[in-house]
């Protein structure tokens, strides 16, 4: 712009007017006239002042297009923002202004207070990205600013400081700017090697949000269902209240007022008969929040859980374990036939490294990879210690246990090849293992084995039996979903049963899908569920269904702590500061419209009404 100075001399040094005069002859101008043709052009420009007005207004123009900046600190310097979207930040206040606009529009602002640097963009919710790296240029940051968008799924500050130390290393940062509504975790284990300024954003209207979702089966097929709704700390006002609706495939069972605090979540409990769940087909239970007034956020109004069809535990039982089978008569809802899957397989088939069943447990017999570790002999053994936090083990005491048989490390063998051999000893004889956990299960599988013969031992004849195999089954109930099953939440999905190597499609509540392959162990990891609601799985057999809700205390109540601490450093948060720098760009622009409006009124209507 600069450089348009030099047309406008040269338009004003071509432009010559002659105003007409009347002389008596020409011969005395002769040589006035060489003379001023040399120097006119010049003394023209330094008599014309319009031109010089003209000249300063180019140069306003000009200065005001290079956007200078009075009172920056930042100026040269690099400068990583990072940008909050997990699930709080769509929390809205009573103007309807979302958390992840006010971010967008301080984030616009940091970028234009820091005249001269670089700023880089890095979003995050339950994973980092990169949405723009160093850059100038502010139509590039403007457009991946419009880009972020806000995840159902809790915020992960790890993950961005840890990009944001990557970047780092590339070059020198100035500082690295958080903005968030301050609903995130502590970190752990990392040490900050930037400076961190972490930026607070206002806080949004009163929130209801389900934070928990479990149901447990009892005998008889009845299901007890548990949930808990947090509510957000009210700024002066009552606390929200609303009313709980609880349906199984969109028929509604149940609806329960609720007005949790703001310090504890109001705890529910509802109950299911036998005939609301089929027994061929899942059942998906849906909770659904309807607040009584404005609610802040809507991604935790909805939870769901994928109910497991009422059928019995199928059992496959090994002949000649008789102690098994009389403790298994006496359990409800078992089925010995086990058919072709199996839920729990109680045999004397060594453990090996694939698993007929979710769960299992070999009886009497040495697992092939300890063979050459440990060896049963004919000798008298007794049980000195166990692993009581094993739920196989909960309230089964073994101390005064009589054996027959005794399991012995072999010679040079020690506990820690048990160990390398992939299995964890849960009941220790005094010279070997009894009882060992196969730690090489894929997925959710669990494998135990029993290394001695329990009929030469007074075990079946113990309290500690029947309550041992009571909680086998259970193991085996919460290992297929028919006892416990916990509410699965937004982010990443447990390990998906399938085909081996099979392809496998995920479909969302809003129609979104993704591909995913599974392994050679048969089991489909990473899959991503970043919305609430039901999500399909497709797997060229029969479609399955899994509920997600989004589960997450921290982000319903919308809690922003005083402090972030981060390794073995507290970081305060504050609220957004003013821009580190002003802008001079206005008042330049201002100056050169008055020198416009002055020569337009001295040079050209002022001088048009003279003539006139």
């Known amino acids: 712009m600069f450089a348009l100075l030099a047309p406008l001399v040269l338009l004003y040094m071509l432009r010559l007017r002659r105003p007409p005069r009347r002389v008596p002859s020409l011969l005395l101008w002769r040589q006035t006239l060489q003379d001023e043709r040399v120097n006119a052009p010049l003394r023209r420009l330094r008599r014309d002042a319009s031109l010089l007005?003209?000249?300063?207004?180019?140069?306003?123009?000009?200065?005001?297009?290079?956007?200078?900046?009075?009172?920056?600190?930042a100026v040269g310097a690099s400068v990583v923002v990072?940008?909050?979207?997990?699930?709080?930040?769509?929390?809205?206040?009573?103007?309807?202004?979302?958390?992840?606009?006010?971010?967008?529009?301080?984030?616009?602002?940091?970028?234009?207070?820091?005249?001269?640097?670089e700023l880089a963009l890095v979003s995050f919710a339950a994973g980092a990205e990169l949405n723009a790296p160093f850059t100038g240029d502010r139509r590039a940051f403007t457009?991946?600013?419009?880009?972020?968008?806000?995840?159902?799924?809790?915020?992960?500050?790890?993950?961005?400081?840890?990009?944001?130390?990557?970047?780092?290393?590339?070059?020198?940062?100035?500082?690295?700017?958080?903005?968030?509504?301050?609903?995130?975790?502590?970190?752990?284990?990392?040490?900050?090697?930037?400076?961190?300024?972490?930026?607070?954003?206002?806080?949004?209207?009163?929130?209801?949000?389900?934070?928990?979702l479990a149901a447990r089966r009892e005998a008889g097929g009845t299901w007890h269902v548990f949930a808990a709704v947090a509510a957000s700390a009210p700024a002066g006002g009552a606390p929200p209240t609303a009313r709980?609706?609880?349906?199984?495939?969109?028929?509604?069972?149940?609806?329960?007022?609720?007005?949790?605090?703001?310090?504890?979540?109001?705890?529910?409990?509802?109950?299911?008969?036998?005939?609301?769940?089929?027994?061929?087909?899942?059942?998906?239970?849906?909770?659904?929040?309807?607040?009584?007034?404005?609610?802040?956020?809507?991604?935790?109004?909805?939870a769901c859980l994928a109910l497991p069809p009422n059928r019995p535990l199928r059992v496959r039982l090994d002949e000649g374990l008789d102690a098994f089978a009389r403790a298994l008569a006496a359990s409800d809802d078992v089925a010995l036939d086990g058919g072709p899957t199996p839920d729990l397989v109680i045999g004397k088939t060594p453990l090996g490294g694939e698993l007929a069943a979710p769960v299992t447990l070999?009886?009497?017999?040495?697992?092939?990879?300890?063979?050459?570790?440990v060896e049963v002999v004919a000798e008298e053994g007794r049980v000195i210690d166990q692993d009581r936090l094993d739920p196989l083990l909960a309230h089964v005491e073994l101390e005064d246990l009589v054996?027959?048989?005794?399991?012995?490390?072999?010679?040079?063998?020690?506990?820690?090849?048990?160990?390398?051999?992939?299995?964890?000893?849960?009941?220790?004889?005094?010279?070997?293992?009894?009882?060992?956990?196969?730690?090489?299960?894929?997925?959710?599988?669990?494998?135990?084995g029993l290394l001695f013969d329990p009929e030469r031992s007074t075990l079946p004849y113990r309290i500690a039996f029947p309550v041992l195999v009571d909680n086998l089954l259970g193991i085996a109930r919460d290992a297929v979903g028919l006892r416990d099953v916990p509410g699965a939440r937004t982010g990443t999905l447990p390990p998906l049963a399938a085909a081996p190597g099979a392809r496998v499609a995920l479909r969302g509540p809003d129609g979104a899908r993704s591909e995913l392959r599974a392994g050679d162990d048969g089991f489909v990891r990473g899959a991503r569920a970043?919305?609430?609601?039901?999500?399909?799985?497709?797997?060229?057999?029969?479609?399955?269904?899994?509920?997600?809700?989004?589960?997450?205390?921290?982000?319903?109540?919308?809690?922003?702590?005083?402090a972030l601490a981060i390794g073995e450093l507290s970081v305060e948060t504050r609220a957004a500061e003013a821009a580190v720098a002003g802008t001079l760009w206005q008042p330049l622009v201002a100056c050169a419209l008055l020198l416009a409006c002055a020569e337009w009124w001295v040079y050209r209507r002022r001088r048009r009404g003279a003539g006139a």
């Open 53 to 73: 007005l003209q000249i300063a207004l180019l140069a306003l123009l000009a200065l005001a297009a290079t956007q200078p900046l009075f009172g920056s600190k």
């Open 82 to 117: 990072l940008l909050d979207r997990s699930a709080s930040m769509a929390a809205r206040d009573a103007q309807g202004r979302s958390r992840l606009d006010l971010a967008k529009e301080r984030a616009a602002e940091l970028f234009a207070a820091h005249g001269g640097a």
């Open 143 to 212: 457009a991946a600013l419009t880009g972020v968008e806000v995840e159902e799924v809790g915020g992960d500050l790890g993950s961005a400081l840890r990009l944001a130390a990557a970047l780092g290393s590339q070059r020198a940062l100035r500082e690295v700017i958080l903005l968030t509504d301050g609903a995130l975790d502590d970190v752990a284990g990392f040490d900050l090697p930037f400076p961190l300024r972490c930026e607070t954003l206002p806080a949004a209207g009163p929130n209801l949000g389900i934070v928990r």
């Open 244 to 302: 709980l609706r609880i349906e199984v495939e969109g028929e509604l069972h149940a609806e329960i007022a609720v007005a949790p605090g703001p310090d504890v979540p109001e705890r529910v409990e509802a109950q299911l008969p036998a005939d609301a769940v089929a027994s061929q087909d899942a059942a998906m239970l849906t909770l659904r929040l309807v607040p009584d007034g404005f609610d802040a956020l809507a991604a935790d109004d909805v």
């Open 362 to 373: 070999s009886v009497g017999a040495v697992p092939e990879a300890l063979a050459d570790v």
């Open 403 to 448: 054996l027959l048989d005794d399991v012995r490390l072999r010679a040079e063998q020690t506990e820690a090849d048990v160990e390398r051999a992939g299995f964890t000893t849960l009941v220790h004889a005094a010279r070997g293992p009894l009882l060992v956990r196969h730690r090489a299960a894929l997925g959710d599988q669990v494998a135990y």
């Open 530 to 562: 970043p919305r609430a609601g039901v999500w399909t799985i497709e797997d060229g057999v029969a479609p399955r269904r899994i509920g997600v809700g989004l589960l997450d205390l921290r982000e319903s109540t919308l809690a922003a702590p005083e």
